[in-house]
């Protein structure tokens, strides 16, 4: 089926439509970015061993708009015994449009190499993510010419999913590394119908996460705009981050401590200094030189164009070699431009007291495309269409 013959509406901003069962996937923006957030994640980062970029990214849109939009062909015919159906119900039983799946493609500097003639095309600020004070990266958990990101309500879904693109691009697409995700939201499902100054999850540390995070409406710092390469322009940056939390070390802490490590206070989520968590934080004496809230966004004038759209999930791959829970984030950063709003607020919470308790082993930097928009499109071609 050609890449955006399914019709399927135009791309939700999250609101009400949070309830929908199936997230559009075309639109002049990925899904997956402001759209509704979702339980369960998976993200999957491949090398390109094709020189074939517009053959694949093609076969990827077309297959994205399938599965995502309930069209996969699972109903192949049963007479022909060398081919089995590749979905028999693990992307819905009887509706295979329950899950809110989306599939978000990034692209890893690497792409930008001299491979594939796109040296010039790189976006400007996507460079290989560096290794940042204090991680501990594992370079086989780090990087990768493309980003898969699968979002749904189930994790038998996005697992799924990924696996349904791996066949799809077997002998194009080498896996790298991938990490499956989840989240808990306030309401199970649907998700997210997010208040203003208010979180949507509870993140490991047990504290609210998200309470000041920008709204999905902030086109202005997720979405590249006129000062990026016209191919690029409504493509969002994505810095994945896989950070191992040390857990056991956290709860042994006072309450006290792990609010001052934080900045704000664990059960209600309220900033240091006032008693609800809507309240915009005002960092008084309260709140420690040294905690996260204050280090990543001081509030300062001009400190706005630094903020971005925080979409993380939490991962859990059981014990290490000493019996310790491997467990801590996926977080995803959104934003227009890499260095100045992740990269800037990242360098300046360097020293936070959180950091003891934190590391980060992989992840990398990535550059989502702009969405699908007509026949005939598919994502990234204005990249790797030859004239
Ligand atoms: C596993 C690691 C992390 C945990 C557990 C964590 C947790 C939190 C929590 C509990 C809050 C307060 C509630 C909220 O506003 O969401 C927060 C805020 C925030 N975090 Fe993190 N965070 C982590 C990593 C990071 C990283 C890597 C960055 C960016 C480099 C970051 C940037 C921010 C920002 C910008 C805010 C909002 C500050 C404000 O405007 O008040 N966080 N985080």
């Known amino acids: 089926m050609a890449a955006g013959a399914i019709g399927a509406g135009r791309l939700l901003d999250g609101g009400e439509e949070a309830r929908a069962e199936l997230l559009p996937w075309e639109g002049p923006r990925q899904a997956g970015i402001v759209t509704p ?29 399938e599965i995502s939009q309930g069209h996969p062909d699972r109903m192949d015919p049963l ?73 749904s309500d189930h994790a038998m879904i996005t697992h799924h999913a990924v696996r349904d ?20 939201f306030a309401e199970d499902n649907p998700s997210t119908r997010r208040r203003e100054g208010v979180a ?3 993140g490991l540390l047990g504290f609210p996460d998200g309470s000041q995070n920008i709204g999905v409406d902030r086109h202005e710092l997720i979405f590249a705009g006129a000062e990026a390469q016209p191919w690029a322009r409504g493509g969002s940056y ?13 709860d042994r802490l006072s309450r006290t401590a792990q609010e001052d490590s934080i900045g704000r206070k664990k059960v209600s989520g309220a ?69 100045r709003q992740f990269g ?16 980060a082993f992989g992840g990398g930097y990535f550059f989502c495309p702009p969405g699908v928009e007509g026949d005939g499109d598919y994502l990234a071609r204005r990249l790797v269409e030859r004239a």
Not at 39 to 48: H, K, L, N
């Open 271 to 339: 900033p240091l200094e006032g008693s609800r968590e809507e309240e915009v934080p005002k960092l008084d004496s309260r709140t420690p030189v040294d905690a996260h809230i204050r280090m990543a966004n001081p509030r300062r004038p001009g400190d706005e164009r630094h903020r971005f759209l925080r979409r993380p999930f939490v991962y859990a791959n059981g014990f290490d070699e000493y019996g310790l829970l491997d467990s801590g984030s996926v977080f995803l950063a959104f934003c227009r431009d890499l260095e």
């Open 79 to 151: 007479s022909n015994a060398a081919l089995p159906p590749s979905d028999t119900g693990e992307l819905g039983f009887e509706d295979r449009d329950d899950g809110r799946l989306t599939i978000t493609i990034a692209l890893g500097a690497s792409l930008f190499d001299d491979r594939f003639g796109l040296e010039a095309q790189r976006p400007e600020t996507l460079s290989r993510m560096p290794s940042f004070p204090g991680d501990n990266l594992d370079a086989r958990r780090c990087h990768g010419d493309i980003l898969v990101l699968a979002q």
């Open 165 to 184: 693109i791996m066949r799809r691009t077997k002998g194009r697409l080498e896996g790298r590394w991938a990490q499956t995700c989840f989240q808990r």
């Open 238 to 250: 994505l810095a994945v981050r896989l950070i191992r939390l040390k857990l056991e070390r956290w």
């Open 344 to 359: 800037t607020t990242k360098r300046r919470t360097h020293g936070q007291d959180l950091d003891e308790y934190m590391v």
């Open 200 to 202: 949507d999850a509870r």
């Open 37 to 65: 957030r979702t339980s369960y994640g998976m993200v999957a980062a491949f090398d390109v061993v094709t020189d074939d970029l517009e053959e694949l990214f093609q076969d990827l849109t077309a297959r994205i708009a």
